[in-house]
């Protein structure tokens, strides 16, 4: 799996990396950690992970399944979740979602449930979710996060794969990369052209810096989809995403997201860095 937007927790991507190459992945997964340790986002990419159809490492990002993934519309992942209550996930959402699960998936191969804070389920509930655990319908998978596992009645633990997250690694100080491409994600909505026009022609001191700058682009491009779609963003809080997603409808920002997909393709195609920071400029432009 690719982990490239979720710090630290190298142990549990080493886990889920061995599960993944093994083929053997089982139908349930909890995921376990304190509220800094991501589980949120590792639930998610591994959701992404499931229904993307890429050939090659996945999740790729650029197929039409994750592209679904990312705006919040692919049709076969679920989310869940209580309140802030020690026992607001209720057993009427679990029945729900037990139901729906012996139905074949609409597109991917195998449908997605993410039960985000299943240590708030009652106990009726996770007696509900049980049932469905130990006789899993054929391609599904269920992901639970929780603070710790020992939360959760040994039943529910003793049928899923218990995946332990510590802290997240403390965030690295802004690079220069992810400064410009916030600066070019907010040049993108400006009347004039000519600061989106000279920011993108910094893009052209070396094919490095341009890579670089290009793939900070892309996250900030897809966490505006995810919010111009009613979603929480996948990573930290951006301010040039939140712009985007208030200025453009989420079609138009996955148009964005192309361009900045095909402009770092044709980086590693070696072309010209000057004609590309251009086509770059005007590509976002024209979305």
């Known amino acids: 799996m690719r982990f490239d937007s979720l710090p630290g927790n190298d142990r ?8 993944d190459a093994s083929g053997h992945m089982p139908h349930a997964l909890i995921l376990e950690g304190p509220q800094d340790s991501g589980k949120e986002e590792f639930a998610r990419k591994i959701a992404q ?7 090659e490492q996945r999740p790729c990002g650029g197929c039409p399944a994750c592209r679904k993934f990312l705006s919040g519309g692919h049709p076969d992942v679920f989310t869940a979740q209580g309140g802030s209550g020690s026992r607001s996930f209720h057993v009427d959402a679990v029945r729900a979602i037990r139901s729906d699960a012996y139905i074949l998936p609409n597109e991917a191969e195998r449908k997605v449930y993410l039960l985000l804070g299943a240590d708030t389920m009652t106990e009726q509930a996770q007696n509900a979710l049980l049932k469905v655990l130990e006789e899993p319908p054929q391609r599904v ?3 639970l996060t929780c603070v710790s596992a020992s939360s959760l009645l040994p039943t529910v633990r003793s049928r899923a794969q218990i995946i332990s997250l510590g802290h997240a690694e403390e965030k690295q100080e802004e690079s ?4 410009l491409a916030e600066e070019i994600a907010c040049a993108v909505s400006a009347t004039r052209e000519y600061e989106l026009l000279s920011l993108t022609g910094q893009l052209v001191k070396d094919k490095g810096h341009m890579r670089e700058t290009l793939k900070q682009l892309q996250l900030i ?4 989809c ?3 779609s009613g979603g929480n963003a996948m990573r930290c809080e951006s301010e040039a995403a939140r712009k985007l997603a208030q200025r453009f409808t989420r079609d138009r920002l996955i148009s964005m997201l192309e361009v900045a997909r095909k402009a770092a393709t044709m980086v590693e195609q070696n072309a010209n860095q000057n004609l590309l920071a251009t086509w770059l400029c005007a590509g976002l432009r024209s979305c």
């Open 12 to 19: 549990a991507k080493e886990q889920l990396n061995a599960l």
């Open 49 to 55: 992970w499931a229904v993307c159809t890429s050939q």
């Open 141 to 143: 998978l269920f992901v």
């Open 176 to 179: 220069p990369f992810s400064q």
């Open 221 to 224: 491009l897809r966490d505006a």
């Open 226 to 228: 995810v919010k111009a």
